[in-house]
């Protein structure tokens, strides 16, 4: 009984741990800093820090290997396992099999999407060009392209605060971004995630896959008509 608590306790802390967020930090503006954290402890990945030059090691000369003059005879292949399923399935089977996977991958990435939530985005983008009316052609093409980006990321995924500023520069036609934003992943969620689009693409992908690609088994009457019988 006092091993059975044990074990519970252990994945209990194990479940916990997990449960605590992993939160990723991207600012970028003159340059790009990036950062992870989780708990109390926190990983600056971005700027790298120089590392001091190693020493290069001297090279032993390595002696020539034997070589054999036999040359390995060409084995016979026979059809590969896609193949296999071409012909037993046809046309129509690839079909089907090939839209059952985008189904299924759409249905994967939408449920690893769900696990992350954005804590933070905010946007920022001056445009500038040559003269005014450059300018005002390039804003609007900016403006035709981000706001719909933001639309779909807002909709489909969780944010918490966002700001979205597009203003052009008339004056010095100067380009300047700036991007900050915290993403946010409980690994349980993740995990989660990945486990249940394993199943399902085990069950209803690989297996139909491997059935559909199985060598089929010639009759034993078939086998024997191709047996030439010799005459008298």
Same mark, same amino acid.
């Given at each position: 009984?006092?091993?059975?608590?044990?074990?519970?306790?252990?994945?209990?802390?194990?479940?916990?741990?997990?449960?605590?967020?992993?939160?990723?930090?991207?600012?970028?503006?003159?340059?790009?800093?990036?950062?992870?954290?989780?708990?109390?402890?926190?990983?600056?990945?971005?700027?790298?820090?120089?590392?001091?030059?190693?020493?290069?090691?001297?090279?032993?000369?390595?002696?020539? !290997?034997?070589?054999?003059?036999?040359?390995?005879?060409?084995? +016979?292949?026979?059809?590969?396992?896609?193949?296999?399923?071409?012909?037993?399935?046809?046309?129509?089977?690839?079909? !089907?099999?090939?839209?059952?996977?985008?189904? +299924?991958?759409?249905?994967?990435?939408?449920?690893?999407?769900?696990?992350?939530?954005?804590?933070?985005?905010?946007?920022?983008?001056?445009?500038?060009?040559?003269?005014?009316?450059?300018?005002?052609?390039?804003?609007?093409?900016?403006?035709?392209?981000?706001?719909?980006?933001?639309?779909?990321?807002?909709?489909?995924?969780?944010?918490?605060?966002?700001?979205?500023?597009?203003?052009?520069?008339?004056?010095?036609?100067?380009?300047?971004?700036?991007?900050?934003? +915290?993403?946010?992943?409980?690994?349980?969620?993740?995990?989660?995630?990945?486990?249940?689009?394993?199943?399902?693409?085990?069950?209803?992908?690989?297996?139909?896959?491997?059935?559909?690609?199985?060598?089929?088994?010639?009759?034993? +009457?078939?086998?024997?008509?191709?047996?030439?019988?010799?005459?008298?």
């Amino acid at each position: 009984m006092t091993a059975l608590y044990i074990i519970l306790a252990v994945i209990l802390f194990f479940v916990v741990l997990l449960s605590v967020s992993v939160r990723v930090t991207v600012h970028s503006e003159d340059g790009v800093t990036l950062s992870v954290g989780w708990l109390f402890l926190k990983f600056n990945i971005l700027p790298k820090k120089e590392k001091k030059p190693k020493k290069e090691k001297k090279k032993k000369e390595k002696k020539p !290997e034997k070589t054999d003059d036999k040359v390995p005879e060409p084995k +016979e292949k026979g059809d590969n396992i896609f193949v296999r399923f071409y012909k037993n399935n046809g046309v129509g089977g690839v079909v !089907e099999l090939l839209q059952r996977l985008v189904k +299924e991958l759409k249905g994967m990435f939408g449920r690893i999407a769900r696990s992350f939530t954005i804590n933070e985005l905010f946007v920022s983008l001056l445009v500038g060009a040559g003269d005014s009316s450059e300018t005002a052609i390039k804003y609007g093409k900016v403006c035709s392209a981000v706001f719909p980006a933001m639309g779909f990321i807002t909709s489909n995924m969780r944010v918490k605060k966002y700001s979205l500023d597009v203003n052009p520069d008339f004056i010095e036609g100067k380009n300047k971004a700036r991007l900050h934003t +915290e993403i946010a992943v409980r690994p349980i969620k993740l995990i989660n995630a990945l486990i249940v689009s394993g199943v399902v693409m085990l069950f209803r992908i690989v297996i139909k896959f491997l059935k559909g690609s199985k060598a089929k088994k010639v009759p034993a +009457e078939e086998k024997s008509k191709d047996i030439s019988v010799p005459t008298t």
